[in-house]
Each structure stands twice: as C-alpha cells, then as structure tokens.
C-alpha cells in the first residue's frame, strides 16, 4: 500500500508570494491533517480536513488556508509569504471515522523556504 | 488547552546503551491518547505507539518499551540496546477529544544520538 504522498519535497518562494503544497493520503483515508515544523515552534497543527470538510483548525492567520477534493487528496494554500513561514510541511492521513484515537501516518514533508 | 513536554532536547549514547525519553502531558480530559513518533532525518514521521488513558499496561515492542503512568501524567519511552539506527527525533504526542478530529498536540521532542 503506498504511503502518503507530498508534492513538492523542496520549494523556495519569495516574500509576498503566494504556494501550493499537495497532499495525497494512503488509499481508502478520508482525514488530511496539516502540520508546520519549524525549529523554534516545533510541530504545530495547521488544519484537519474529512470528507471535504474542514473538521478542525489551528491557531494560524487567515493566509494559511487549505482543501479537499473528493478523491480525498488535500492542498494547502499559503498567500502573502512571510519569511516566517519557512518551514516543513507535513502531511497526515487517517482513516477519519473515528476522532482522537486514529493513528495518523505521515509524509515526508515539504521544505518550504522563503526568501 | 492540551500540553505536552520533552524536557530532554537531546540525549547522547554510546550503543548498547539504554536511553530513556521523558514525556509528560497536561489535559483536563479523562479520555485521550498518547503517541511516540520517530523522525528520522529523512523528515517523515514514524508511528510507534498509540496508548489510551484508560490502559496503563506498560508495552514492550522488540527493544522498545513504554511506561504509561497516569498519576504523574507521564509517557516515558525506553529504547535497550540502543543501536545506531535508533538516531532521531522523537516526538510524543497527544490527542483529545476536546478537538473535533485528529489534532495532535506535539511536544518539542528529544534528538537522541547514537554513538558507536
């Protein structure tokens, strides 16, 4: 079964700009979770889509926003770059159907640099 | 509001040493879950273990064991034999249905070095 899939690995953009980052989960998830990494925040929850809903958000500025699509695979947006938002990108999906006790599998990231 | 604390940023070994890696959580839930997560440098996350609040048995998984103990609201993780293989972030995690979904809350989580 392949594993959880994130487009691009490397990005590098400049202040102002705008990404997107894909995430495609393994086959038959329906919960897309986002995370930010970075080395003074560590990991932080972003936001949680199912079923092309978003289920739950974290504590970021309205330029960091994101989508589903039916087939489950998830995008986020993140507008009017910061230097701040350098950062990893992780991508995570579960099964969905339950809340707090499904284990999420992550993956590798994307590595976002802005300049 | 959910917490999680890694108090080792980094723990340094010699292999075959064993290495123990502290986690302590706060939450006013009585139902939640605990969770280990490996990094290596690769980035991607790895799953190790899922523990609910309501089941305190310590784990043993090959080299890997757990102690869960819920009057010191803690999650410790211990690695026997350590080898050089076992170099990584770790990450312990937690979940709570005070959220809607699958958000977890991350400690800052501990760079173990294995030495040969």
């Known amino acids: 079964k392949a594993g959880v899939t994130q487009t691009p690995r490397y990005l590098i953009k400049t202040r102002g700009q705008q990404v997107t980052l894909s995430c495609s989960p393994i086959s038959g998830h329906r919960s897309v979770s986002w995370y930010q990494q970075t080395p003074g925040q560590g990991l932080q929850f972003l936001f949680e889509?199912?079923?092309?809903?978003?289920?739950n958000k974290g504590n970021f500025p309205g330029r960091f926003s994101g989508r589903q699509f039916s087939n489950s695979r998830s995008e986020m947006n993140v507008s009017t770059l910061e230097l701040g938002d350098s950062a990893l990108y992780l991508c995570?999906?579960?099964?969905?159907?339950?809340?707090?006790?499904?284990?999420?599998?992550f993956g590798p990231g994307t590595r976002l640099t802005v300049t | 509001a959910q917490k999680v604390t890694q108090a080792q940023t980094e723990i340094s070994v010699v292999e075959k040493e064993d290495v123990t890696l502290d986690c302590v959580y706060e939450t006013r839930d009585t139902t939640y879950y605990l969770f280990w997560y490996k990094q290596p440098p690769s980035g991607e996350l790895v799953f190790l273990i899922r523990r609910n609040s309501f089941d305190e048995q310590n784990e043993i998984s090959g080299r890997y064991s757990w102690n869960f103990q819920k009057s010191t609201s803690s999650f410790n993780f211990t690695i026997t034999a350590s080898q050089v293989v076992d170099s990584a972030v770790y990450f312990c995690a937690l979940s709570a249905p005070n959220n809607a979904g699958n958000m977890l809350t991350f400690g800052g989580g501990t760079r173990l070095m294995v030495k040969p």
């Open positions: 995570a999906s579960s099964l969905g159907y339950g809340t707090i006790s499904d284990e999420q599998y």
């Open positions: 889509y199912f079923s092309e809903t978003q289920r």
